[in-house]
């Protein structure tokens, strides 16, 4: 079974828009992380976020983590057409192997 | 610094045939892993390798799957005899040590199709 899950599994937004999606984790980890994958460039690493960390930034992007909720979230503010892509959360074990989830499909259309 | 590079990018293939994989991971990078992404899936870690030594390959189905880290560097992935189910994006990873703490680059994969 899959470590995290990604919710919801698709999200359709207008370019502007900010995109929310969410992560659930079954067991304790160490960090969590976020990817973003679209076919021109592969899987990106976008943000690690440390299990004593709550909130966390980088560019236009936010993600908070509730380790008593075992949950995480990733929000994207003022979406573009470039955006659109698949997005992961991850958690790693003690020797780095990622658990990813199924993702969230992201569409900016413009 | 150079990504991780794969080869090929698009392999297709009959059933019951062999095809390998080749990746050439970022250089001084210790840690190796090759992930299966089924369609519609998040990837799933088929083997990890630190320098030339395998540290998990729970995950691979050793019965047709094969891979290597000759001289701790590039790594070769093996399927013999391909399956329908094969198909999949094959991803390879490295990262400079192993750990819960450091992070993984990607390659852009070799998506298979078995026909």
């Known amino acids: 079974s899959q470590q995290g899950e990604e919710d919801p599994q698709a999200l359709s937004i207008q370019e502007g828009e900010n995109a929310t999606m969410n992560c659930s984790y079954k067991t304790s980890i160490n960090n969590l992380q976020w990817y973003r994958q679209n076919s021109g460039r592969g899987l990106v690493h976008l943000i690690l976020?440390?299990?004593?960390?709550r909130e966390k930034h980088s560019g236009r992007l936010r993600v908070t983590l509730d380790t008593s909720k075992k949950s995480s979230s990733l929000l994207i503010t003022a979406s573009r057409a470039a955006d659109t892509a698949s997005y992961f959360c991850a958690t790693p074990d003690s020797w780095g192997k990622l658990q990813f989830g199924a993702g969230t499909q992201v569409v900016v259309t413009p | 610094e150079a990504g991780v590079a794969q080869s090929p990018r698009y392999k297709i293939i009959e059933k019951r045939q062999s095809v390998a994989f080749w990746c050439n991971p970022i250089?001084?990078?210790?840690?190796l892993y090759w992930y299966q992404q089924i369609l519609g899936q998040g990837p799933k870690l088929l083997i990890q390798?630190?320098?030339?030594?395998?540290?998990?390959d729970s995950q691979l189905p050793k019965d047709r799957f094969s891979a290597e880290r000759l001289k701790g560097v590039d790594s070769t992935l093996k399927i013999q005899p391909a399956k329908l189910e094969d198909s999949a994006v094959y991803l390879c990873?490295?990262?400079?040590?192993?750990?819960?703490?450091?992070?993984?680059?990607f390659g852009q994969g070799t998506r298979l199709t078995v026909v």
């Open positions: 990873a490295s990262s400079r040590r192993t750990g819960a703490d450091t992070e993984a680059f």
């Open positions: 976020i440390r299990s004593n960390e």
């Open positions: 390798f630190q320098n030339n030594g395998v540290v998990d």
């Open positions: 250089s001084g990078h210790a840690t």
